[in-house]
């Protein structure tokens, strides 16, 4: 079965520090990864998807940024972090060709809280 | 573009009580897919159900049911005889254009009182 897993769970840090979220996926090949924010009880907002190794698409131009370095690790960073980045981080994976519309499951969830 | 209402931002109900809630999908698209998750306290967001635009056959899954109607672009979602453990944050969801990317609407907390 598949699993998915992130980290860390929760992370407090100061503005202007770097972030790095990762997130890993088992017992699947190849598939689409997702990255969310979530703003205290806000909906979910697409930051930046992936159909492949080193292939990453930007739904929010801010200042994060996203990687695929294998198959199934997507990790979220930053160099400078503000205030409007504290939320929950939300890792997502989906299977099949594009296109194909699978459903998205979900990982635990980082939450982030700069001060 | 498509976008995903959900007009109810809080519900709350008693324990047993029957909850419907409620969704509406706009695309220009002619296929589409809806979905609906749960997320508890916990904040892991729980997948329920997919349903394809082509399909309107309502689908029951022992208390939850969901009734889709294309005419008016409804995926509403019924609890029937609410229990606590229901009283979480349901996210109903909708793609249909390229790259598997799903449209969040904005969530309804339900709340479910003993």
């Known amino acids: 079965s598949q699993t998915i897993h992130q980290w860390p769970a929760t992370l407090v840090q100061p503005v202007g520090s770097p972030l790095s979220l990762e997130c890993t996926v088992e017992g699947t090949s190849n598939p689409n990864l997702y990255w969310y924010r979530q703003a205290a009880g806000r909906g979910l907002q697409l930051l930046f998807y992936?159909?492949?190794?080193?292939?990453i698409s930007s739904e929010v131009p801010q200042n994060l940024s996203a990687s695929r370095p294998q198959d199934r690790q997507f990790i979220l960073s930053s160099k400078k972090l503000l205030l409007s980045d504290s939320g929950f981080y939300l890792c997502?994976?989906?299977?099949?060709?594009?296109?194909?519309?699978?459903?998205?499951?979900f990982g635990p969830g980082t939450r982030l809280t700069v001060l | 573009a498509q976008k995903v209402t959900q007009a109810q931002t809080e519900i709350s109900v008693v324990e047993k009580e029957d909850v419907t809630l409620d969704c509406v999908y706009e695309t220009r698209d002619t296929t589409y897919y809806l979905f609906w998750y749960k997320q508890p306290p916990s904040g892991e967001l729980v997948f329920l159900i997919r349903r394809n635009s082509f399909d309107e056959q309502n689908e029951i899954s022992g208390r939850y049911s969901w009734n889709f109607q294309k005419s008016t672009s409804s995926f509403n979602f019924t609890i029937t005889a609410s229990q606590v453990v229901d009283s979480a944050v349901y996210f109903c969801a909708g793609g249909g254009n390229a790259g598997n990317m799903l449209t969040f609407g904005g969530g309804t907390r339900l709340m479910v009182k003993p």
């Open positions: 997502a994976w989906s299977g099949g060709a594009a296109n194909s519309y699978n459903e998205q499951f």
């Open positions: 992936s159909v492949g190794i080193g292939q």
